[in-house]
């Protein structure tokens, strides 16, 4: 037990509490007090932590993921939106926004779950950006989503699929953690393109 | 000064603290109790607004971006690198991470300055993915670097150039509020490339 927590940088107690909550698999009994854990233990740990760290569920929530990424009759896709869906943030866009963002999604041809939370994301931003008369054009839109795509190829691409749990780990861990470096490089790019255009 | 806080929506009570504290050129008086607006006074307060409330800058750093707006002897590209250099966090990321950053940017052709807040943004960010162990490649980087370059060029697109004012605003409120967009449609985006490759 002291070996798990140290190699994975989680604390005895908390270890113990993930054990009894169900959320960590027992190890094997050799003694009264001594059991073995071998790797998926530390995975299963570290998904956990980023699971909670990361993203910020509640451990009624990564129960809720971890059974999908057990459950081998999941897909994997399933098995990653369950983490996926409840990373968003449940905003509650009006009817017009909604429809916008339909239309756009069935014009790029992408196959997203009619009721993804995604969807609704899509829609609040787009809103946020109507209510200061900053509205998006359908062109600009259009690029933003080409560019879009092609970074999510990028973050498909870093995940392991050989097991579900290191691909959930990494989907959610590469999801939230990337977003600000790609804000960071939007914005050395940016400085880059307007010294280009306007000198300086 | 109650139509301009009308066609503004800023309260008459800021519309006179904005006057005292010299952020807003007064009105020409056409009696003791009138003064006459005009649409660069409804331009100027929404650019205030949205430096205050969307950037969330202080007044004092919003009245050094109004110098270098006003001063038509500071390019384009400074007034606008003026609001962005605020928008960033203050991280203070490693040597090793500042020095990877400049590679990156140095590789990638990008005209940066050596001083950017935004290279110590980058460099923070990738730190951070490698504390989970979930570093980047340069490859991934480069793929991320050239996505987000397609951004900054729709970004910059959208700013009008004829009007300094226009342009920070834009630069401003495009900047912060489309993060929420770009994030929506990566979501959007890696639901659909799972779904392709991992089938649901």
């Known amino acids: 037990m002291a070996e798990l927590s140290a ?17 960590l698999r027992p ?22 932590r980023a699971l909670v760290d990361i ?8 129960q809720r ?38 239309r756009v999604v069935e014009s790029l041809g992408w196959r997203v779950a009619p009721d993804s939370p995604n969807r609704a994301g899509l829609a609040a931003a ?19 989503a080409s560019s879009m795509h092609d970074v999510a190829e990028a973050d498909l691409d870093t995940v392991p699929t050989a097991d579900r749990q290191a691909a959930v780990h990494a989907a959610v861990v590469g999801t939230i953690l990337v977003e600000p470096v790609l804000t960071a490089l939007r914005r050395l790019a940016q400085e880059d393109v307007s010294g280009r255009r306007f000198g300086g």
């Open 65 to 102: 993921v971890l059974t999908a990424v057990d459950d081998e009759s999941v897909s994997m896709h399933d098995a990653m939106g369950s983490a996926h869906s409840l990373l968003s943030s449940g905003a509650r866009p009006s009817a017009a926004a909604r429809e916008r963002v339909d």
């Open 126 to 144: 787009l809103a946020a950006l109507e209510d200061v008369e900053h509205a998006l054009s359908d062109q600009t839109l259009r690029t933003y």
């Open 27 to 48: 190890g094997v009994s050799t003694s009264a007090t001594r059991s073995t854990y071998d790797s998926s233990h530390v995975q299963r740990l570290r998904l956990i």
């Open 7 to 23: 190699r994975s940088g989680v604390p005895v107690a908390t270890v113990k509490y993930y054990l009894r909550a169900g959320l």
């Open 55 to 62: 993203a910020g569920l509640s451990l009624g929530d990564v």
